[in-house]
């Protein structure tokens, strides 16, 4: 990509550089994610305050801001310590007071001297029949009054940080801004939709005149907007054709493994799996390197539908890898992909951090010499000496932990391995574009036979005994239950159930070596003992924090309690609710929820009790977290947007995609006029990301 663009180096430079802005007011921004005089570019007002000048504030019905002009008159200093500082003004048509507390000495003599003439802006509300505008947001001369700006932005602030500063420190980045910067953007979208260049859209983002200039519809919001998805639908574009790049692998199944699996199944796949199935032939078959994800809801049978793809691996003469984000994860796949195995006749094992010295020897020997067909590993699979004979495809579980860099790193292992994420989380289609923009996807939309209902109740915590009542009954019966809770060990901060403790008041309820504990902070090999002992029947209820959201699958387990749901996300509580309706029992998912609920927890709870449809809940979890917080960077491994908003402008990111992938078509390297156009614009938005996934092959 060669050198910076030096035109945006002033941007880069250390925030400390804007005049007003000390080491530590640095500090205070950096704790708003504003780093550079970049970032304060795309912190964009989120509201706005109509100053407008008015005669007088009798007409104003408080509270409300109101900016007039008037003559100060006399000073009343506060009698007692602790009590208001007041100042009489009087405007055109009547007086009212300006209040103050724990003003400095003599400032508010200078600020404000008697029988002068002074714009005052502020909320004016009354108290005790007074009318008072307490801290005024602006005290200017008349002859400054051209300064304040008869529309004022609102920026989002931390604790020290005020608007004024804000504002000065956002005037003197955009006056850094370039404004020759050549155009990245389509000429014939930009005509079409009417938005400015970059220089005048981002000024004009930060000098609304009214409300409808903050709307993201306003075309210089939108403008910015498209911008910011542009450069992250280019990345990820680049990211796509890098993991082509180089010599690929073409690998094709003979089916015979695949028909032993089929032959052994007492089910038929669903129409999904066996075209999700085919899609994935297609892509290993072919010269270039498959980069495809395979969502589905839980139980929609994914983990069929990856091994199937893993045995084409094997047909090919090659290997295959399944990578899960923790070893319970890993060690469930192993469990469930072993029939499976045998029925083909192939060999699996795992690799894991807890294999050490001749073992964990053997098991690289044998992977190297090609002995093992299919590996189930965890991070310990990203190790240097981990060498395989010839990997062909690495299949991710749960890519929502892991970044795109990862994913490079995990196919740099082959030569050019095909990758196949897995995602057991339904994506809206605007995430999905925005998070797995460089993947082409196959989506399982139905569920195999034999999945069972669960029926979802909502109970308060007050009922609890009746809860545990309940279990008993079912537990008699031969029934297994899953009881989650949120925390490890009790809180003095939160009032929530630990499982520790909830573990120790449920074996005194029913009774020692019928209730198995497992979380995060056990040692392995008791977590291990722990779900062994609940898959064979002897643990008869699991006490567990999310250590069992995913991969955990015991049919005969098919009541779910999760203790103070309302701690949890949508996602969360839909995964732990998959964990039951495996079997052939009748399914529960008991909330129990601390009263009173909040309007958000409450609509997350409800939505859960009304549908099973992960794409439904996936759609109302969007809804109400909003695009920010569910891309974030823990989940999708690159930045969350500034000014992007997934929600209500899908159809942009739809639209910036199809520009990125049409512009790499046609200038694949970026060298054309708008192609290094586009290179400053991944530059202004997160250069490091952009250069380390063009360099990247």
């Not at 912190?43 to 900016?67: E, F, W």
């Not at 060990?489 to 120790?504: G, I, P, Q, Y």
């Amino acid at each position: 990509m060669g050198s910076r663009p030096e035109i945006l180096f002033p941007l880069f430079a250390e925030l400390e550089t804007l005049d007003g802005v000390g080491p530590k007011t640095a500090k205070l921004f950096a704790q708003m994610g504003i780093e550079r005089p970049r970032d304060l570019l795309f912190t964009l007002p989120y509201s706005g305050v109509n100053r407008a000048r008015r005669d007088t504030i009798r007409a104003v019905v408080p509270p409300a801001v109101v900016t007039v002009e008037g003559v100060v008159g006399g000073h009343f200093p506060p009698a007692a310590k602790g009590r208001p500082y007041r100042v009489m003004f009087r405007d055109a048509a009547t007086e009212f007071q300006l209040v103050f507390f724990h003003p400095r000495g003599d400032y508010l003599k200078r600020l404000l001297p008697t029988g002068q003439r002074r714009l005052v802006s502020g909320k004016v509300e009354i108290f005790d029949g007074i009318a008072q505008m307490v801290h005024p947001d602006h005290v200017l001369r008349p002859e400054e009054a051209g300064d304040l700006p008869l529309y004022e932005p609102v920026y989002p602030l931390t604790a020290g940080i005020t608007q004024k500063l804000v504002a000065r420190a956002v005037a003197a980045a955009l006056a850094r801004a370039p404004d020759d910067l050549a155009e990245w953007i389509d000429p014939t979208l930009k005509a079409r939709e009417g938005w400015p260049g970059w220089h005048a859209a981002v000024t004009a983002a930060h000098a609304p005149a009214s409300d409808a200039d903050l709307a993201p519809t306003a075309p210089a919001r939108q403008r910015l907007a498209y911008d910011e998805m542009f450069a992250h639908q280019l990345t990820l574009a680049l990211a796509r054709a890098a993991l082509r790049r180089g010599k690929g692998v073409a690998t094709a199944g003979t089916g015979a493994l695949q028909r032993k699996v089929l032959a052994n199944l007492d089910y038929s796949p669903t129409a999904a799996q066996t075209r999700a199935v085919a899609e994935i032939a297609t892509d290993m078959a072919a010269p270039t390197r498959m980069n495809r994800l395979l969502q589905g809801d839980v139980g929609s049978g994914k983990t069929l539908v990856a091994f199937m793809a893993l045995l084409i691996a094997v047909e090919g003469g090659g290997q295959g890898v399944m990578m899960a984000p923790t070893e319970i994860l890993a060690r469930q796949h192993l469990a469930s992909l072993e029939p499976l195995a045998r029925a083909a006749g192939v060999r699996l094992d795992i690799l894991t951090g807890r294999d050490k010295g001749g073992d964990r020897a053997a098991k690289l020997a044998d992977l190297a010499a090609g002995r093992i067909n299919i590996l189930v590993g965890t991070h310990a699979v990203f190790q240097k000496d981990v060498d395989f004979a010839d990997l062909r495809l690495a299949v991710i579980d749960e890519q929502h932990r892991f970044g795109v860099a990862q994913r490079m790193e995990l196919g740099a292992k082959g030569r050019a391995a095909d990758i196949l994420v897995m995602t057991a989380t339904p994506i809206p289609r605007s995430l999905s574009l925005a998070q797995y923009g460089d993947m082409d996807i196959s989506v399982l939309d139905e569920k195999p036979p034999g999945r069972t209902p669960v029926q979802t109740a909502l109970i308060p915590t007050s009922r609890i005994d009746e809860v545990v009542d309940h279990l008993r009954r079912a537990l008699a019966e031969g029934r297994q239950a899953y009881w989650v809770c949120p925390l490890v060990e009790e809180s003095e901060v939160l009032d929530l159930t630990a499982a520790e403790d909830r573990f120790a008041r449920l074996r005194a309820a029913l009774g020692e070596g019928v209730v198995g504990l497992v979380h995060g902070q056990m040692p392995p090999a008791d977590k291990d003992a722990a779900m062994a002992g609940f898959e064979a029947g002897r643990i008869r209820v699991l006490v567990a924090t999310t250590v069992i959201e995913v991969g955990v699958n015991v049919p005969n387990a098919s009541i779910m309690v999760i203790e103070r749901a309302e701690w949890f996300g949508l996602a969360q509580l839909h995964q732990l609710r998959g964990r039951v309706g495996r079997g052939a029992a009748a399914s529960t998912c008991l909330m129990l929820y601390q009263s009173p609920l909040g309007e958000a927890a409450a609509r997350r709870l409800k939505t859960l009790r009304d549908t099973e449809d992960g794409f439904r809940i996936a759609e109302v979890d969007l809804e109400m977290r909003g695009a920010g917080d569910v891309i974030g960077t823990a989940q999708s491994g690159l930045p969350r947007f500034r000014i992007a908003d997934l929600e209500r402008q899908a159809a942009l990111m739809a639209v910036a995609q199809s520009d990125a992938r049409a512009l790499l078509a046609i200038d694949p390297a970026l060298e054309g006029a708008r192609g290094q156009a586009a290179r400053v614009l991944l530059w202004l938005m997160d250069q490091d990301r952009a250069i380390r996934l063009i360099n990247v092959g």
